[in-house]
């Protein structure tokens, strides 16, 4: 083998290496938008084709996997939410190398049946595991030892449902969302000590949100599960976050409100924003959800979203719309293509820049899992465990179908080339 072979050898290694990325270390993955750089993901699975390795997991926890190297990160609680735990898998062997119990509950807040205690997906980054579980508590330990790090258990709302925001990670600062029935707030911690550095509470006035001028008293109409999201706007380093009834851009250093879009008429937002063209795309949540393509304001704005922005305002709404929006799922953006997965099994592929239908497609099942997407693919995971993949396209095509496990809550990681793929009691690596 001559050195110009060896060289291109090499190189052509090392750019595999780049294009199949390996950690996918908080819930939406490397970017927290679902996409991979994967090229060469599985099509088709079954429990009899394709798996690596499955793994059984104990407790009842819809918490997403999160993958650093070779560790493999979940989530778990005992059904009845007494006993908050957190589980390490090794990603090759899928043999349990760390099952450690983190919190007690003695009383634990009401759950509802289809929630679990452990909704939450952990956030991994440099050498330390971020788990939390809302007011059961919140930790920080040591990916090497599993050592805790600092803990807090002082940041508390009424869930009401159970918890679901997951917590994101951007610079120093550990962010997480506390929508509940009593207290809405937004806090930064400092990721290597766990003290406050900035909390704020939601602006928005629920006694004076009500429909027909009633307030809307229920704590459902307060709660939210949505988790948060940086980006650069505008040039600007802005913090995202869906509350109840409104999406508010902070200032991620201070929490400063710089401005918010209210939708009166929606609550229980749960997913993640999703960006691109100079647009935020969200579904705004239950009751009647909307899907809004936001365009970003200036410091001191607030749009109503039922009344059109003054004309010297810079935020607004591009486009909206009623039809095909998803509640639970988040949506995916590929190019100009924004698909969402609607709760009930549509699949609805619009322009991006436009709000146009391209297609909508009966798909079949129940999805609260968010999808993922390659460069020309779309993979999407039921409640009752089937998997389908869709081409990236203006047009419909159906590439896969596969079935496995008893039903996906959690969303799936990709590591490689493979996927893990949680289901309500075990976790899967899947792969060619």
């Given at each position: 083998m001559n050195r110009i072979t060896l060289f291109l050898i090499t190189a052509l290694a090392a750019g595999m290496l780049h294009a199949n990325e390996i950690n996918w270390p908080q819930f939406r993955g490397p970017r927290g938008d679902g996409t991979t750089t994967a090229t060469n993901l599985p099509l088709r699975w079954s429990e009899e084709q394709a798996i690596k390795w499955k793994t059984p997991i104990h407790g009842k926890a819809w918490s997403s996997p999160v993958i650093r190297g070779t560790q493999v990160w979940l989530s778990t609680a005992t059904e009845d939410g007494r006993e908050l735990a957190v589980v390490c898998v090794d990603a090759q062997t899928g043999k349990i190398i760390r099952d450690k119990?983190?919190?007690?509950?003695?009383?634990?807040?009401?759950?509802?049946?289809?929630?679990?205690?452990?909704?939450?997906?952990?956030?991994?980054?440099?050498?330390?595991?971020?788990?939390?579980?809302?007011?059961?508590?919140?930790?920080?330990?040591?990916?090497?030892?599993?050592?805790?790090?600092?803990?807090?258990?002082?940041?508390?709302?009424?869930?009401?449902?159970?918890?679901?925001?997951?917590?994101?990670?951007?610079?120093?600062?550990?962010?997480?969302?506390?929508?509940?029935?009593?207290?809405q707030f937004m806090v930064a911690l400092d990721n290597k000590t766990g003290q406050t550095v900035w909390k704020q509470n939601r602006s928005v006035d629920y006694q004076d949100l009500g429909i027909d001028g009633k307030p809307q008293v229920d704590g459902d109409y307060r709660k939210a599960y949505a988790t948060c999201h940086v980006a650069a706007l505008d040039g600007r380093t802005t913090l995202l976050s869906q509350g109840s009834k409104a999406l508010y851009a902070y200032d991620p250093l201070t929490g400063a409100e710089w401005w918010r879009v209210e939708d009166r008429t929606c609550y229980s937002g749960s997913t993640r924003p999703v960006l691109g063209h100079g647009l935020i795309f969200l579904p705004t949540g239950f009751s009647s959800g909307q899907l809004f393509a936001i365009r970003p304001g200036k410091k001191g704005e607030v749009l109503d979203a039922k009344t059109n922005a003054p004309a010297d305002m810079q935020l607004h709404i591009a486009w909206r719309t009623k039809k095909g929006?998803?509640?639970?799922?988040?949506?995916?953006?590929?190019?100009?293509?924004?698909?969402?997965?609607?709760?009930?099994?549509?699949?609805?592929?619009?322009?991006?820049?436009?709000?146009?239908?391209?297609?909508?497609?009966?798909?079949?099942?129940?999805?609260?899992?968010?999808?993922?997407?390659?460069?020309?693919?779309?993979?999407?995971?039921?409640?009752?465990?089937?998997?389908?993949?869709?081409?990236?396209?203006?047009?419909?095509?159906?590439l896969a179908e596969s079935q496995l496990g008893d039903g996906f809550m959690a969303s799936p990681a990709v590591s490689g080339q493979d996927l893990f793929l949680r289901s309500r009691t075990h976790l899967y690596r899947v792969g060619n």
């Open positions: 119990k983190l919190f007690d509950v003695e009383k634990p807040q009401y759950c509802h049946p289809f929630n679990s205690y452990a909704s939450p997906t952990p956030v991994l980054e440099g050498n330390r595991a971020y788990i939390t579980f809302g007011t059961g508590g919140t930790a920080c330990l040591d990916v090497e030892t599993g050592e805790m790090i600092w803990t807090r258990r002082d940041l508390e709302c009424n869930h009401f449902r159970g918890p679901g925001s997951s917590p994101i990670i951007h610079g120093d600062l550990f962010y997480l969302n506390f929508d509940g029935s009593d207290f929006v998803p509640k639970k799922p988040s949506l995916q953006l590929v190019g100009d293509l924004l698909f969402g997965m609607e709760d009930n099994g549509t699949l609805t592929c619009w322009n991006a820049l436009t709000g146009e239908v391209h297609w909508s497609e009966r798909i079949g099942g129940n999805y609260s899992a968010s999808p993922i997407a390659t460069e020309d693919r779309v993979y999407l995971f039921s409640e009752q465990g089937k998997t389908t993949v869709v081409a990236a396209k203006r047009e419909f095509q159906k």
